[in-house]
Structure formats: C-alpha cells, structure tokens
Antibody
C-alpha cells in the first residue's frame, strides 16, 4: 500500500534553512503530483506547495512563495521541500501528500515537525 | 484565494445520531471540486469524499457528500465511536488550494 515517510524536521533559528524529505513507496511515484501541507500546533490545515508528476510545474502558497522550493527525484521516489528564510510562523507539522489526480489528496504521511525559534 | 467557511465549529452528538456538516464558499467552486477529510488526534488527515459526492476508497457508506457551487454538506448517517474527529473541507477548483477551518464532532 501507499507509504509516505517525511523526515528532516527539527528546531531551527529564524532566518535559517531546512530541507524536508518525503520517501514514497507502494505506488508509481513518477506518475503522480505531490503536495506539502502544514498544520500549525492546534490549528487547521494549510496547503504549501504542489509539484507536477514530472516536476515540470510547481505552485506555492503566497505565504511561502520566494522562500520555499518544492522538488522531486523520481529516480529516488523522494519529494523535497527546501525552506529558506524561516520565520516563527512557519512552525508546523509538515505533511507530504499524494495527489489523486486533480489536487485531491488521497494519501498522507505522518508529518515532520518544524519549529522555528531562537 | 477562495475562502471556505465550515459550520458549526463544534458538533456535540451521541453515537448513532446523524451528523450534518456544512462548508460554504465565497464564490462558486469550479466543477464541484470539493473534498472532505477526517483527522483524528495525532493522525494525518484521511480523504473521505472528493468531487463533492464520491467516496474515496475504503470509506464506509455512512459517509456521504452533497452540494454544488457554493454550498456543500458532509453527512454521517449514524455516528460510530471512531467517527468522532475533526473534519475539513478543501477546494481544488482554483489555485491556491484552500481548506476550511474545520468542524469538530465530539461525543455529547
């Protein structure tokens, strides 16, 4: 079955960078778009970014545009999120999620926690 | 961006009762591209409904979705103990993808 495992979270100072990874298995990774969604502690869900199945297109939420970069390596079945110029408001649990086909998210990882604090 | 408003914020019901959750959009959602998710404490969200009314794989038929344009509803016909959770709607008809603020279904 589909498995998504995020890693790379941790505590980081404001202004610093962090790279998240999401290892995918159980499906043909190179055939599906992939997303990052975050959830601040005790809050709701916020979409962060999407990347097309082949990496040809990428879209971002305004809150992260210009600071975060989504990418993928289909040879390694891995999704990435490069997060630069981190702010306190980026503190959240970051989920990777598989696109069912039209931006519905039909499989989710368990998330990796990012804490931005001095 | 397309704002989604969910109501009520909290729904207090007993097992066996019917739950009706609302999701309203400020503008019409293209092609009824509206999904519903369930999230239990400490767990990732799970896709329940897509396309406003289609159940995702493995979702019990007590969950149903309806609605169109700006008004959508998730109905749980008879609440089971495992259904007490937070429910989110999400639109994917326009970018950016957006979620509603959630409805918590709690045990009365």
């Amino acid at each position: 079955q589909v498995q998504l495992v995020e890693s790379g979270g941790g505590v980081v100072q404001p202004g610093r960078s962090l790279r998240l990874s999401c290892a995918a298995s159980g499906f043909t990774f190179s055939s599906y778009g992939m997303h990052w969604v975050r959830q601040a502690p005790g809050k709701g869900l916020e979409w962060v970014a999407v990347i097309w199945y082949d990496g040809s297109n990428k879209y971002y939420a305004d809150s992260v545009k210009g600071r975060f970069i989504i990418s993928r390596d289909n040879s390694k079945n891995t999704l990435y999120l490069q997060m630069n110029s981190l702010r306190a408001e980026d503190t959240a649990l970051y989920y990777c999620a598989k696109d069912r086909g039209l931006w519905e998210l039909d499989s989710w990882g368990q998330g990796t926690l990012v804490t931005v604090s001095s | 961006e397309l704002v989604l408003t969910q109501s009520p914020g909290t729904l207090s019901l007993s097992p066996g009762e019917r739950a009706t959750l609302s999701c309203r959009a400020r503008q019409s959602i293209t092609s009824n591209y509206l999904a519903w998710y369930q999230q239990k404490p400490g767990q990732a969200p799970r896709l329940l409904i897509y396309g406003a009314s289609s159940r995702a794989t493995g979702i019990p038929d007590r969950f149903s979705g309806s609605g169109s344009a700006t008004d959508f509803t998730l109905t749980i016909s008879r609440l089971e103990p495992e259904d007490f959770a937070v429910y989110y709607c999400q639109q994917y008809g326009s970018s950016p993808l957006t979620f509603g603020g959630g409805t918590k279904v709690e045990i009365k």
